[in-house]
Structures are given as structure tokens and as C-alpha cells.
């Protein structure tokens, strides 16, 4: 997941710098939502490690 997230970064990142603006706010969007994710399922499997 995090993986994704810092693809569409960079995919992001390069197409900004290209001018491709609708193209790099969609990547960082999507970006945004994958690390979002990623923390929540990370938070999520540090509390059932510990409870086990």
C-alpha cells in the first residue's frame, strides 16, 4: 500500500513538473487517500499485535 502511494507521488511530482495539472492533482490525491489508508491499516495491526 505504501508502495502505491508514493508511485503516484512521484507520478504526481513528475507531472507537475511536466505541467500536467490535472494529472498531478489527481495522482496526489490519490496518493493522499493511499497513505491514509496505509496509516489506518498500520494503526489498526499495531493495536491487535499488542493485545495478543
Known sequence: MLNYA???LIIALIAAVLGFGVIAGTAAWIAKV????????FL????RSRKA
Request: aromatic residues 20%; glycine residues 0%; neutral net charge.
Open 34 to 41: 493511499l497513505f491514509v489508508i496505509f496509516l489506518v491499516l
Open 44 to 47: 489498526v495491526s499495531l493495536l
Open 6 to 8: 508514493i508511485t503516484f
